[in-house]
């Protein structure tokens, strides 16, 4: 059974800072791995996809990097912002074709 | 191409009565899947289904909870006699035809409370 963990649960960090969130998976059978961003009462924002067969992928100030062998997915976000506050989820997708998601890495960036 | 519509946004209901959730998919997506959010805790995924078929059950509670995707319409999760432990935020997702490698698109919640 897929379980996902991230770690870690809350990060405060000031403004500028660079940051790096983990997410570990343990089956390695996954078909993509996803990371989200929820702010609170609201839903989930698609961040970065990244398909099994790849190694990382760049949006903006947010680089995703997977690593399926070991189970590690890593989010790294340059020079946070305020507006970068949010709950974070990864979540990965197996043969049955649904997501399983972690917990969340809840981000509080401080101005 | 709008997003992943799903409504009411806010539900209240009495204990015992009947929720209906419904999700309308991204245009040219066939595939639903519904995730429940507990406060403080991770989405658990309940349904997965394609057009007129349930694909995977595996996460819906055995009793009162039922979900559907028919052929014309927006995908329904139904829930009877809601109990107070109902109560959570339930999000839709829909995928794009092939399965598997795709990313996936989540409506904005319908937040279920039963008073």
């Known amino acids: 059974k897929q379980e996902v963990t991230q770690i870690p649960a809350a990060l405060s960090v000031p403004e500028g800072e660079n940051l790096v969130l983990n997410c570990s998976f343990t089956?390695?059978?996954?078909?993509?791995l996803q990371w989200f961003r929820q702010d609170p009462g609201k839903g989930l924002t698609s961040l970065l996809l990244?398909?099994?067969?790849?190694r990382e992928q760049t949006s903006g100030r947010l680089n995703a990097s997977l690593d399926k062998s070991s189970g590690r997915s890593t989010l790294y976000i340059a020079a946070s912002q305020p507006g970068d506050s949010a709950t974070y989820l990864c979540?990965?997708?197996?043969?049955?074709?649904?997501?399983?998601f972690g917990k969340g890495t809840k981000l509080s960036v401080k101005p | 191409n709008a997003g992943v519509m799903q409504n009411p946004r806010h539900l209240v209901r009495r204990r015992g009565q009947e929720a209906r959730l419904r999700c309308s998919p991204m245009k040219g997506h066939s595939h639903v899947y519904w995730y429940r959010q507990l406060p403080e805790e991770g989405l658990k995924f309940m349904v997965y289904l394609q057009k007129e078929n349930i694909i995977d059950e595996s996460g819906m509670p055995k009793e009162r909870f039922s979900a559907e995707f028919p052929k014309e319409g927006p995908s329904i999760l139904r829930i009877q006699q809601v109990v107070r432990g109902d109560s959570a935020a339930y999000f839709c997702?829909?995928?794009?035809?092939?399965?598997?490698?795709?990313?996936?698109?989540f409506g904005q919640g319908t937040r279920l409370t039963v008073v």
């Open positions: 997702a829909s995928s794009p035809s092939e399965q598997g490698a795709t990313e996936a698109f």
């Open positions: 089956d390695s059978a996954i078909y993509n």
């Open positions: 979540a990965v997708r197996g043969s049955q074709g649904n997501l399983i």
């Open positions: 990244i398909q099994s067969s790849q």
